[in-house]
């Protein structure tokens, strides 16, 4: 069954991991493979065999001829049952996660598209990361460099990149610095341009407190940090090459939705739950999460593992589809393949 097929040297590798054995990221690796031969190809799967084959046969699809890195051998009653959170499955999914990095440093895979892990079983098994762009942002580090890096979360009607990530609501005024705002606008800028092929992308700046502050009525954040990363991220996009228009701090309740009728290319925002839940209620089936900054592309869908359907073959495919196409489509943009 694992066993790749003849493909087209030029063309981009790409690297898939399974996420948790016990969520859904097997059965919607296998429908999305099972529907695209022709990626499946040039796929390469860093997790466990019996985890894939299981998936096959809960999403009732023959998976085409495609390679397998076999990270682990799981007992899938006792270590892997579907929907139930175990430390053999929390340590394999972050070495899914080990295996593939390590292919992608040393050149054999041009793109990473992750299935979801669970954060706790993950950090349970040692894992000292938040989430996957945390992780993904050490790896890629060179000497005592860190890797500027942002989220964003693209659908079809929405963009919206996240200026602070995994942390507490409460902690997110005291995070909140002009230069992580201004680091995630110009990576949004640059992947608008470069990855998105958008000639002056237009991106718009969310405030953080209702209305925007309301001239300091609300809170003084638009003024003290945000106004200030705006101006430096024009002059850092300048210097990257990136024409691009950048506005705001805008009205938060009201920029998603001039966004998405088209008047913005990506919204910026200051915390996870402000970006992601209007990403979710417009695009929830079709987005991808992309981590803008790492020197691959690395794609993944828009939701968790999905414990409560796991096993039953009724998780929908679309969003890690969706993040496959976009991930091979970053990566001939890169390459040239």
């Known amino acids: 069954m694992f066993v790749t097929a003849t493909v087209d040297t030029r063309a981009p590798r790409l690297a898939i991991t399974l996420g948790d054995p016990s969520g859904i990221g097997a059965e919607i690796v296998a429908r999305t493979l099972a529907a695209a031969p022709a990626l499946a190809s040039r796929v390469t799967i860093f997790g466990d065999a019996g985890v894939l084959e299981r998936g096959a046969r809960v999403a009732g699809v023959e998976l085409p001829a495609l390679a397998l890195i076999a990270v682990t051998r799981l007992d899938l009653e006792r270590e892997a049952p579907h929907g139930a959170a175990t430390p053999a499955g929390g340590a394999a999914q972050v070495a899914f996660l080990e295996a593939a990095t390590r292919a992608l440093a040393s ?3 041009d793109a990473l598209i992750t299935a979801p892990i669970s954060k706790a079983a993950a950090q349970a098994a040692g894992f000292g990361f938040p989430g996957h762009t945390e992780f993904l942002a050490a790896r890629a580090r060179t000497g005592d460099h860190d890797v500027p890096v942002a989220m964003m979360l693209a659908g079809p009607r929405l963009r919206v990149v996240l200026a602070t990530i995994h942390i507490a609501l409460a902690e997110v ?12 606008i110009t ?3 640059v992947a608008l341009r470069r990855d998105f092929a958008l000639a002056r992308p237009r991106i718009a700046v969310a405030g953080l407190n209702p209305h925007a502050g309301e001239q300091g009525a609300f809170g003084d954040e638009e003024a003290r940090v945000i106004e200030p990363a705006i101006v430096a991220a024009r002059s850092a996009a300048a210097a990257a090459g990136a024409d691009v228009e950048i506005t705001g701090p805008h009205v938060p309740d009201a920029v998603f939705r001039a966004a998405s009728e088209g008047r913005f290319d990506a919204v910026v925002c200051m915390y996870h739950d402000q970006g992601l839940i209007p990403v979710k209620l417009l695009d ?7 981590t803008l900054g790492l020197p691959y592309p690395r794609t993944s869908p828009d939701h968790g593992v999905a414990y409560d359907i796991a096993g039953q073959g009724v998780a929908r495919a679309t969003s890690f589809q969706r993040a496959l196409e976009l991930a091979d489509r970053l990566a001939r943009g890169r390459t040239g393949g």
């Open 107 to 109: 050149g054999q895979a």
């Open 173 to 184: 005024p005291r995070l909140l610095t002009s230069a992580a705002i201004t680091q995630a």
């Open 187 to 189: 990576l949004a800028a």
């Open 284 to 290: 929830f089936e079709e987005a991808v999460n992309v």
